[in-house]
């Protein structure tokens, strides 16, 4: 084990807007951290004023998507190694000494590390379908890589080997059902856009036939029935997403060919 003045520095950097109800338990399970950088997107409610009292380092921005306000949050941070959150997670008492102990011994072997995310859903622990266990590269060494992906769904990308991490990173998605809702709407505008800069195009068979893929693969095939009601309802959702993004891309190609052929 090294000491403190030898052992790496690890920096925890979230971004968020309007999260002053969330961001405060995320930032509170970062406190070991050796500094915490908060990339704010003009939030209108308190959300700078919280992480300043959780002794964040706050980084006002406009927000220019998912994957470079993350990777400009990285990069504002002091230390090579980060452990990157959303403002809707949380690192469980669990996944805090696993991080410790790899910190206290340089971060060895490894350029990140993955670890399980265990999403809540209305109010219970989602522990099947699609939703777990969701590993995630949140902790790296930012001089082997970084965010990359396509928004809204951005990840990391490393050069070298990843290991992974047993304790759970837990999330809390969504406030409500109705904020589900919004979430997809918005969500799946963002991919119809980026399908379509792609060149992709949506047949009526992405929308008849890809949304009960989608509810086979989570609700049977992931065993998302053992989450009762709710995994019925996410599995529904899951379709419902797919349905949508393709629907949205497919009007999009209709639109612009001036016509209005079903």
Known sequence: MRDAASRPGLSGVVVAMNEEDRIGECLASLEFCDEIVVVDSHSSDATREVAARHGARVIERDWPGFVKQKAFAVEAAEHAWVLALDADERVSPALRAEIEALRDRGFPDKCGWRM????SYLGRAIRHG??????????????RGGWTGSDPHDRVELEGPVGRLRGDLLHHPYRSLEDHLATIDRYTTIMADQL??????ARL???????????LAFYVIRRGFLDGWRGLLMAYLAAHYVRL??????????????????
Request: aromatic letters at 12%.
């Open 116 to 119: 399980p995310r265990l999403s």
């Open 130 to 143: 699609t939703w777990y266990p969701d590993l995630q590269l949140r902790l790296f060494d930012r001089r």
């Open 196 to 201: 379509e800069k792609r060149g992709r195009r």
């Open 205 to 215: 068979l992405d929308i008849v036939l890809r949304p009960p893929a989608r509810f």
């Open 245 to 262: 993004k393709y629907a949205k891309l497919y009007v999009r190609q209709r639109l612009s060919k001036g016509s209005d052929q079903r």
